[in-house]
């Protein structure tokens, strides 16, 4: 009752949270200095983090062999394998002179998260002197089997130049262990050394009539520079390589929600090759 009848109703006045001389305050005459009121801030005591997302156990994949069906070095290729399994990447050693037979017998102990039930292989051939060609690609479904305990070995298609599912097979070994993860818990970090102590900033006295010079340069009239004391990243600019890249990685996927994901990471591929493999999974 007694809380509520200090709450003002109807229409806000029209100086409110207008800064307004205090009354029966003349203005002070011009050149004078004008004392300005010291302001207190409180620093709060930490600031929550999101919660990580949790992994729910281990991929062990081992990328055994591949048939490719041509070569495109100028001699004999030498081929690695890349596998992404959400947001973990990891490479082969290069198989040297491996041509279109490479063997690698990489053993890969990838941390799972809940919903991954994808992995994408790219196969590239190294260059000396030049980027690394992508030569073979492929999303291979994980069977829901090798997450009940079963070690699986099997040969999956490749798609590349030579067309979709035709440029060739990889031999890989899935197996899988749960792993008991805790509750996630939120981490809160401490802001500062000194914590709920009022901190005086006292600002310096204004001259009516003088223009106001801002700490580091900045404020009306001044321009913001453009040196080194700004560090934000510019987003990358889109180019349809790019988008033709992602499409080849994804042919059932439609090119305007590859730009349009590609646009929301700001041009960074990997970041929408994640993206994507995240929709894959999902439908």
Not at 89 to 103: D, I, K, L, Q, Y
């Amino acid at each position: 009752g007694n809380a509520r009848a200090n709450v003002m109703t109807g229409d806000l006045p029209e100086d409110f949270l207008r800064l307004s001389p205090a009354v029966n305050q003349a203005p002070p005459p011009a050149g004078q200095m004008v004392p300005v009121q010291p302001v207190t801030y409180y620093q709060p005591t930490g600031f929550m983090q999101p919660i990580q997302p949790q992994h729910i156990g281990r991929l062990s994949i081992t990328v055994q062999q591949a048939k490719l069906a041509k070569n495109y070095g100028i001699t004999r290729m030498d081929p690695y394998c890349r596998i992404t399994v959400g947001n973990h990447v990891f490479e082969s050693p290069t198989a040297h002179n491996g041509s279109t037979n490479p063997r690698w017998n990489k053993l890969m102990s990838i941390p799972m998260q809940e919903g991954v039930k994808n992995v994408y292989v790219e196969i590239f051939d190294e260059r000396a002197f030049s980027v690394d060609e992508r030569i073979a690609w492929g999303l291979v479904a994980i069977k829901d089997s090798v997450f009940s305990g079963e070690t699986l070995e099997d040969w999956y298609s490749l798609s590349g130049k030579q067309g979709e599912d035709k440029e060739g097979m990889i031999n890989l070994v899935f197996s899988y262990r749960q792993v008991s993860a805790p509750p996630p818990q939120a981490m809160m970090y401490p802001s500062m050394p000194v914590t709920n102590v009022p901190v005086m900033m006292v600002p310096q006295p204004v001259v009516p009539g003088t223009q106001v010079l801002y700490p580091g340069g900045y404020g009306p009239g001044q321009p913001v520079p453009t040196g080194p004391q700004q560090h934000q990243q510019q987003p990358r600019q889109l180019n349809q390589q790019d988008i033709t890249g992602l499409k080849d990685m994804f042919p059932s996927m439609e090119e305007g929600v590859i730009r349009s994901v590609l646009e929301a990471c700001r041009g960074d591929v990997n970041a929408a090759t994640t993206h994507l493999l995240g929709m894959t999974s999902d439908s």
